[in-house]
């Protein structure tokens, strides 16, 4: 069956370390999404993609890029990862349509000391 | 600015006690509304996307409807295995920068006692 992988599932680092978060999925989706999920604000778009090489910023895309050199994959990366940046984080992918049902991944819990 | 706002927060029910959660929402073209269902440790899952304000889907004990203001997600005779939190989320329609992005709710907390 396709799906949507997310790896890590969870990870501890130290502020100031580069992280990197994978997504893939095997859909053959066009559009990819990256959220982040805390108590207080409910998801936030991070970063997406509406096809290989396009990326755009979304509310709280400071501090982390992506970047899209394939349909399946959409790594999520923390430059140097804060304490702020503790969340869980969730990639989703839609179909063709940017206003297609998103399917979310299983997400990864992110802890930043 | 558009706006997603569900309630209540958070709603106890028995096992079989049918109720309903609200997903209130300002926004100028909707082009689609979405509910999703979160249990503990794992990402959303689908449930229902509704288009136009009279429009009604089904799936086992739910039922989503939605009008020009608001969308109700009505659980019949809910079991135990109906806890989870519950988001709703809409898409804005073509024009402007929110174009292609879901606006979601905080979410409503269900928990369903035996």
């Known amino acids: 069956d396709a799906e949507i992988t997310q790896s890590p599932r969870h990870k501890i680092t130290e502020t100031g370390r580069q992280v990197t978060l994978a997504c893939h999925q095997t859909?053959?989706?066009?559009?990819m999404f990256w959220y982040r999920q805390d108590l207080g604000h409910g998801l936030r778009l991070i970063h997406y993609?509406?096809?290989?090489?396009?990326?755009n910023k979304g509310e709280v895309s400071d501090g982390y890029s992506v970047s899209r050199s394939n349909t399946e994959d959409l790594p999520l990366t923390l430059e140097s990862a804060a304490s702020s940046q503790t969340s869980v984080y969730f990639c989703?992918?839609?179909?063709?349509?940017?206003?297609?049902?998103?399917?979310f991944g299983p997400g990864t819990r992110l802890t930043v000391l | 600015e558009d706006q997603v706002t569900q309630s209540p927060e958070a709603l106890r029910l028995q096992e079989g006690e049918s109720s309903s959660l609200n997903c209130s929402y300002t926004?100028?073209?909707?082009?689609?509304l979405f509910w999703y269902r979160q249990d503990p440790g794992k990402g959303p899952e689908f449930l229902f996307t509704l288009y136009s304000a009279g429009e009604e889907k089904e799936k086992e004990r739910l039922k989503a409807t939605l009008t020009k203001k608001e969308s109700f997600l009505h659980i019949t005779a809910p079991k135990p295995e109906d806890s989870a939190t519950y988001l709703c989320?809409?898409?804005?329609?073509?024009?402007?920068?929110?174009?292609?992005?879901?606006?979601f709710g905080q979410g409503t907390i269900l928990t369903v006692h035996p």
């Open positions: 859909w053959n989706h066009n559009n």
């Open positions: 993609s509406y096809g290989v090489q396009d990326t």
């Open positions: 989703a992918s839609s179909e063709v349509a940017v206003t297609d049902t998103q399917y």
């Open positions: 989320a809409l898409h804005k329609g073509a024009g402007g920068t929110s174009y292609g992005k879901l606006t």
């Open positions: 926004v100028s073209g909707l082009r689609g």
